[in-house]
């Protein structure tokens, strides 16, 4: 058996004849481009947008002032006795400690603190302290003492007279402060104030119930 073996040439010349196409003038050439997918830089800007969205939030919630707040700490009745010769009159002493609390990042300066006493709704006798400074996110303690010696009962005589009689008087008290909150170059006007109902009993001058909320 022989073999044959063909040059490059004779392969050449015998392949497949290539015949060129006749250009078409109606022809149109497309162009086909890759197809891109942009959600991944959308949803970039939407969760740098929620971020900024956030932190400007929580920017807003820590450093807007608020008010600050009263907490009756300690509340000791001295004396209480009522005289009704030659007329109503009652003598009461009150001792007390009230907690200022800042609840801001900036200090507090307030210029006084206030307490009041009263008997149904209408008041007795004022007593103030001196100004002080709370800390940011601290709290301060003022002690004040409430005297009244000799008041006249001029109002609600009938309903005293029935409480001496039960042996038990509720007083009203109210405790308000008046600061100013240092917000960098700021200075803003604050307050708060808390009222308490102190039930007391004349016969062992003690306090047999009190009730605070703030107003």
């Known amino acids: 058996m022989t073999t044959t073996k063909m040059s490059k040439r004779d392969l050449r010349d015998s392949s497949i004849p290539y015949?060129?196409?006749s250009p078409n003038p109606n022809q149109q050439n497309i162009i086909v481009l890759p197809?891109?997918?942009h959600r991944p830089n959308q949803i970039n800007r939407c969760l740098t947008f929620t971020g900024i969205v956030l932190i400007l939030s929580a920017a807003v919630f820590f450093l807007y002032p608020s008010d600050p707040t009263l907490q009756l700490a300690r509340l000791q009745l001295n004396h209480v006795g009522v005289k009704s010769s030659p007329k109503l009159t009652i003598d009461l002493s009150f001792s007390l400690?009230?907690?200022v609390r800042n609840r801001d990042f900036f200090s507090l300066d307030y210029e006084k603190l206030v307490v009041s006493i009263g008997y149904r709704g209408r008041e007795f006798g004022v007593v103030s302290s001196e100004g002080g400074h709370v800390r940011a996110r601290g709290s301060s303690y003022v002690n004040a003492t409430l005297d009244l010696n000799g008041f006249e009962v001029v109002h609600d005589v009938i309903y005293l007279i029935a409480d001496l009689a039960e042996g038990v008087i509720p007083f009203d008290t109210n405790t308000k402060v008046d600061g100013v909150l240092g917000l960098f170059l700021f200075k803003i006007p604050l307050k708060a104030k808390i009222s308490c109902e102190?039930?007391?009993?004349t016969n062992n001058q003690t306090i047999?119930?009190?009730d605070c909320y703030a107003v």
Do not use: F, G, K
């Open 19 to 21: 015949t060129p196409l």
């Open 35 to 37: 197809v891109y997918d």
């Open 97 to 99: 400690t009230i907690r």
């Open 198 to 201: 102190v039930y007391v009993n």
């Open 208 to 210: 047999v119930h009190q």
